[in-house]
Nanobody, 119 residues
């Protein structure tokens, strides 16, 4: 019913930049929140950045990453600057989608996009 499609991942050298995009489509009345998570090999999935009533960042990315939204396009972006090897992970988009006027937000996930930062 709702699909989240991420793009923009890839291989970059340390100090470089990448911009991730995530577009939501399907049966959408509104989107309550959107965010980015990441999961490195052998580690738990962790929050990177969140945009809802406020914007929040993980301490490890503050000052380097910026989350933004285009509500008209149901799209969220993650601008990642000054990338470090420890930023290497699969990045997942998450969105709280309201499908009807009477429903509550339901969390949907994208399929993930790989970001690899070489030293």
């Amino acid at each position: 019913q709702v699909q989240l499609v991420e793009s923009g991942g890839g291989l970059v050298q340390a100090g470089g930049s990448l911009r991730l995009s995530c577009a939501a489509s399907g049966r959408i009345f509104s989107i309550n929140f959107m965010g980015w998570y990441r999961q490195a090999p052998g580690k738990q999935r962790e929050l990177v950045a969140f945009s809802g009533g406020s914007i929040n960042y993980a301490d490890t990315v503050k000052g380097r990453f910026t989350i933004s939204r285009d509500n008209a396009k149901n799209t969220v972006y993650l601008q990642m600057n000054s990338l470090k090897p420890e930023d290497t992970a699969v990045y997942y988009c998450n969105a709280g989608v309201v499908q009807t006027r009477e429903s509550i937000p339901y969390p949907y996930w994208g399929q993930g996009t790989q970001v690899t930062v070489s030293s």
